[in-house]
Structure formats: structure tokens, C-alpha cells
């Protein structure tokens, strides 16, 4: 009987042991830290040391709670991806431990962020801390001489389907008399991890799927206004933070740790990219989740943008200041506007005959108005020659250049007087709207809608690429008095109008269009429904700075999935124009000639014609007519939100 009590008090002891190993991942003894296990693992649940690791804020409802880094290096112990208190009580454990011959491997310098937390949570005063220099940090960044932090909205590129919705950065603004403050200034980036042999079909599936791994980057913000305003000639616009020295200090740390140790992130076009990870980067500023506190189908910078935008931060607004960083089209579009109406058609005579510039008649011209001229003038070869490599172009810009080292410097447009709006002046996303309809053949339906993103062509234009039209999924549903339908469901829209610059010769591109839908047929059959795919090129120009005209040749394939099959493929010329009042109105009118090649005949031709009339920020009215095989009148009433 004694031998039997033994061996279960041995057996009790045993489990016992067995148990705090698996609660806290406990495969070395914790004797030589001050602090119990009980300690350690109530302070692995502090939703900031949660978030230093990357778990998430919910348990999953299917499979293992762990960390979204897929970095194995990223954690000291070899459970810490699921196991947040081993991963404290060995992050404790590194921090004491000696310096060896790397300093900047210990965990002080790697775990930077960890471990300036940690001291505000935690005694150190029983432990004699070593005394680490990481002088990889310092050389990395001044942190004297960092002044704010600034969260930066690169407008939409429609060359790219990820860069579609923008992008943004985060910057660490130094001094205003340190190393130039903007140009030089440390900026972070976040993107997927590309297989540059992936082909288009395939970079987008992997995008959409997750099929790439995602990575911080940093690099001097130079790199970044010359790839996107240089070169991609997108406007950044720069929300500067009112944050701390402290909650700056939280970011700086953790943005470091991520950098240093090549950390990894599964990678979505449509959540998990990049506005959201560098939000969850700026989040590290509080204790609390402010950004991504909740799941949503989507993120989308500008959404990002608003959200900031209407942020508290000790009781004053989040962003302490919004500033415009233009362009090199920008510049020379704003440039031509600020000139006489004398100047501007001397600047196009110097860059139809280069050689204007020798002739009496020209430097006759004040210094200062020479100046001007020749400025714009450079702009423009800029413009061109960052699509066109050309080496007439670029003699010519030279030659330019050197012209205008002869004339006195003149003060530059500021960038405050471009009188643009911000992205956060501009409409939300997603769109609803409720409207009613009138049809000849099917009587009156009222339309309930929606739109998950983004912009369309008679949208306020207020911080939206200007001459685009991006709408993915929306729905259509049509209420009649003998029951409700859907009446259009796409997939997704695309339109941009690469448009001349006014005044100058050889600036417009081309323009082009595509679309996906299930959709009527025509307004001759209410019940009838297709699947339409078109994709079209063209030209546009800009006439008077408000109208809008363009001619595209558009393909189309379409196939029935009413109870009257049918398929047709064919061409269709389209010709349209939106007109506006550069403010609360505008009106577009459409008309487009299908031929069909082959199947059967679609009807020949669509007009349509639609008004806007902005309300506010948030709602707008529009009406509507169109004619395809039917005719139809309509009202809408839209909001966005």
C-alpha cells in the first residue's frame, strides 16, 4: 500500500511538471529571472505584446491561434509562433544574457521594440542589464532627429491592378534643418514578394489567393517621389501625425525589428496589403487597436485615409497637417495654368522649333519672363521623357537646361497654391443607391444598389485620378409589382482617358476600357440576361479644360443565360463625352455601333446620356436615359459611405 502511495505521488508530481512545461513552453528553467511564471504568462496576454508578435486579435474559429508571421526567425523560442508566454519568458532570457562577439545579435538590438516595452512593464532593477551598443541601429536611423512621422497617399495607378487603389508609405520626418528633411528622410513600404517570371494571369492569382509572401522595405524617400511622381507621374499626398516622441519611438522600434529580421507576412491584394500592414505598423503608437480592429472583405487606401483623417489623439486631431507633393505632371500641368496666355504660346513654340530661343524676338523678352517660358519648357521634356527615353528628347532638354543656367532664378509655385483637394476631401468607396426607373415595354421599378469600390467617371473628382472610371463589384436589384430581380451584377469596369496637357503638343496616350458583367440583354426584354466581356483602345483629348471627348474601338463577347441561349462576338465603335462645371455638375453622353462577327445579333446601338449633381461629399443625384432596343428613364439617389 505505502509502495502504491509512492508511485502516485510521484505520477501527481510528474504531471504536474508536465503541465507548466506545456502551459508555458517551459524547456529551461525560469530560476534566474524574478518574475514567476504566473508573472510571465499574464503578461503574455497584454493585447501589446500580442501585437508585438503578430498574433491575432481573435481566436480563429478554425485551427491553431498563431502568430501571421511566417518568419521562423523572427521568434527565440521554438514554439513562440503559438505560444506568446514561451516566447516572453525566453525574449527575458536573451535580454539578460552576455554580449558575445555580434553585439548587434543580441536581443537588445534585435528585439528593440520588445525590449523598450518591456521595461516599462517589468522591474529590471533586480538584474543587472549588459550593456549593449547596437550600431547597426544607429547608423540605420538618428533617432534625435526625428521630428513626426507621416503617413503618405500615392495616388492610383492604373498600369498596375495592385497599385489600382493607390498605395501608401510611411515616413520618418527629421528636423527641418537636418539632411534635407523630405528628400533623405527614412520611408517604409510594404509589398508582395514577386516571382518576376509569374505572368499577369498568374501574378494576379497569386495575388488574390495568397500565393506570395509580403515584406517591409525601406528606403530614402528620394527612391519613392522619383518611382511614383517621377516616373509614374503619380501625386503623393502627405498626412503628417501629430504623435509623441513616445508613440514615434513604439513605431520606429517595431518598424525595425521587421526590417532587421527580414520578416514575412502572407500577402492578399484585397486585405492584407499594404495599407494594412503599414496601419497595423502605425498602430504600435497605443496599447489598443485603432486601424484593423475589425474584419472586412476589403481594404482600400483611401478607406485608410478617412479613417485617419477623422482620428483623435490625446484629445486633438490625428493628422497635424496635409501637404501635396506633386508630380512631374502635376507640376507642368499647374505650371502652364500660372503662365499668360503670351507665355504659354511661347513655350509651345520652343518645343515646336528648339531654335526660337535664338531669335531676336525671344530674347527680347524680359530675363524673367524667358525664365518662365524656358522652365516650363523643361518640365515638359521631363513629362515626355519619362516614358519615352528618347535621345532627341533628352538633347533638347539639355540644351534647355543649359539656356536657363544664363537666366536669374525666380521664385517656384508653391505647393499650397495648386489649390487641389486631398484624397480625404473626395468621396467614400462604396456606393448605394436607390432610384426609379421608367420602361415603355416593362413599366416602373424601383433599383436598389451597390458598389463596393471605387470611383466613376461622374464622380466628384476630388482626390481621385482624374479621367478614370474604376468600379468593381456592384449589383443591381429591380423591384417590380410582379416580384424583384437582378438586373446587373459586375464584376468589375475599368476606363481611363489618357488625355492631351493643354497647350502642348504629344501629351496624350492611349485610352482604353474593359468590362465584366451579368446584365439584360437589351431594354426590349426585361427577364433576358448575358454574360458581356468587352475590352476596347482609343484616343481622348480635353478640350476647354472641362470637356471631355473620346472614340474607342471596343471588342466585345457576350452569351446567353436566359432560357434563349445564345453567344455573339463582335466590334463596336463608341463615341462619348462627359461635360462639367469643374465642381457640382456633370453630364456625359455615350454612343456606341455594335457589329457583330459571329453568332447572333445584338441590337445597333446604345445611347445613353446621364447627369450628376454632387449634394455633398456623401450623397449625389443623377438622371439617367438610355436607349438600346428599348428605351428607359431614370432617378437615382446615391450615397457613400
Known amino acids: 500500500m505505502r509502495h ?11 504531471l504536474v511538471v508536465l503541465w507548466n512545461s506545456f502551459a508555458f513552453g517551459n524547456k529551461s528553467s525560469t530560476k534566474n529571472l524574478p518574475w514567476t511564471q504566473a508573472e510571465i504568462q499574464r503578461l503574455s496576454q497584454h493585447p501589446y505584446w500580442l501585437r508585438l508578435l503578430h498574433f491575432p486579435a481573435h481566436t480563429p474559429m478554425v485551427g491553431e491561434w498563431r502568430s501571421e508571421i511566417q518568419s521562423t526567425s523572427f521568434f527565440l523560442d521554438p514554439d513562440g509562433e503559438v505560444n506568446p508566454a514561451a516566447e516572453l519568458r525566453k525574449t527575458l532570457e536573451a535580454l539578460f544574457s552576455p554580449v558575445e562577439s555580434t553585439p548587434d545579435a543580441h536581443a537588445q538590438c534585435r528585439f528593440i521594440a520588445r525590449f523598450h516595452w518591456l521595461k516599462t512593464k517589468l522591474d529590471f532593477a533586480e538584474i543587472t542589464l549588459p550593456n549593449v551598443r547596437c550600431s547597426r541601429f544607429e547608423q540605420w536611423l538618428d533617432l534625435q532627429q526625428v521630428d513626426s512621422l507621416s503617413l503618405i497617399f500615392v495616388s492610383a495607378f492604373m498600369g498596375n491592378p495592385a497599385s489600382m487603389y493607390g498605395h501608401a508609405l510611411l515616413r520618418l520626418n527629421y528636423r527641418e534643418d537636418y539632411k534635407g528633411r523630405n528628400l533623405l528622410a527614412p520611408t517604409f513600404s510594404y509589398g508582395a514578394v514577386v516571382d518576376p517570371e509569374d505572368s499577369s494571369i498568374a501574378y494576379l492569382f497569386k495575388g488574390l489567393s495568397g500565393g506570395y509572401l509580403g515584406k517591409y522595405a525601406d528606403q530614402q524617400f528620394y527612391n519613392f517621389h522619383h518611382e511614383y511622381g517621377e516616373t509614374e507621374l503619380r501625386d503623393l499626398w502627405e498626412y503628417e501625425l501629430n504623435l509623441n516622441r513616445e508613440q514615434q519611438r513604439r513605431v520606429i522600434f517595431h518598424a525595425w525589428e521587421l526590417l532587421a529580421g527580414k520578416v514575412k507576412f502572407p500577402y492578399y491584394f484585397l486585405t492584407d496589403n499594404c495599407v494594412f500592414r503599414l496601419t497595423d505598423l502605425l498602430d504600435h503608437a497605443w496599447d489598443e487597436t485603432r486601424f484593423n480592429s475589425s474584419w472586412v472583405p476589403w481594404r482600400i487606401t483611401l478607406d485608410a485615409f478617412l479613417r485617419l483623417k477623422e482620428m483623435k489623439n490625446r484629445g486633438e486631431p490625428l493628422v497635424k497637417r496635409i501637404r501635396l507633393i506633386p508630380s512631374r505632371q502635376r507640376r507642368l500641368e499647374i505650371r502652364m495654368l500660372q503662365l499668360p496666355d503670351r507665355e504659354r504660346l511661347w513655350v509651345g513654340k520652343l518645343i515646336a522649333e528648339p531654335e526660337v530661343s535664338k531669335k ?3 530674347q527680347d523678352l524680359p530675363e524673367t519672363t524667358q525664365a518662365r517660358i524656358v522652365d516650363a519648357a523643361v518640365e515638359y521634356y521631363g513629362y515626355r521623357l519619362a516614358e519615352n527615353k528618347d535621345e532627341d528628347l533628352r538633347s533638347q532638354k539639355f540644351d534647355l537646361l543649359r539656356l536657363r543656367s544664363r537666366l536669374p532664378i525666380i521664385e517656384q509655385p508653391k505647393d499650397e497654391d495648386f489649390g487641389l483637394s486631398p484624397p480625404t476631401e473626395g468621396t467614400p468607396a462604396v456606393q448605394i443607391r436607390l432610384g426609379s426607373f421608367y420602361n415603355p415595354h416593362s413599366g416602373n421599378s424601383l ?5 463596393s469600390s471605387y470611383h466613376d467617371l461622374l464622380g ?19 423591384l417590380r409589382k410582379n416580384g424583384a430581380e437582378l438586373n446587373m451584377l459586375e464584376f468589375f469596369n475599368l476606363r481611363t482617358f489618357d488625355v492631351n496637357l493643354p497647350d502642348l503638343p504629344q501629351t496624350s496616350g492611349i485610352s482604353w476600357q474593359t468590362r465584366f458583367a451579368l446584365e439584360q440583354r437589351d431594354l426590349s426584354c426585361s427577364s433576358c440576361r448575358v454574360l458581356r466581356f468587352n475590352v476596347g483602345w482609343g484616343k481622348a483629348m480635353l478640350w476647354d479644360n472641362n470637356i471631355l471627348l473620346f472614340g474607342l474601338l471596343d471588342t466585345f463577347a457576350q452569351a446567353g443565360v436566359s432560357d434563349k441561349k445564345q453567344y455573339a462576338l463582335g466590334v463596336a465603335p463608341v463615341l462619348g463625352s462627359r461635360i462639367s462645371d469643374g465642381g457640382e455638375w456633370r453630364v456625359s453622353a455615350e454612343a456606341k455601333f455594335p457589329q457583330t462577327v459571329t453568332g447572333t445579333e445584338v441590337a445597333e446601338s446604345d445611347w445613353r446620356v446621364e447627369g450628376q449633381w454632387t449634394l455633398s461629399r456623401r450623397w449625389d443625384v443623377r438622371m439617367s436615359w438610355r436607349r438600346i432596343a428599348g428605351e428607359e428613364f431614370g432617378m437615382l439617389l446615391n450615397y457613400y459611405w
Open 4 to 14: 502504491t502511495s509512492r508511485i502516485l505521488c510521484c505520477l501527481i508530481f510528474s
Open 360 to 362: 531676336p524676338a525671344f
Open 447 to 451: 433599383e436598389l444598389g451597390f458598389r
Open 460 to 478: 466628384r473628382p476630388d482626390g481621385h485620378l482624374p479621367n478614370t472610371h474604376l468600379e468593381t463589384l456592384s449589383a443591381r436589384f429591380r
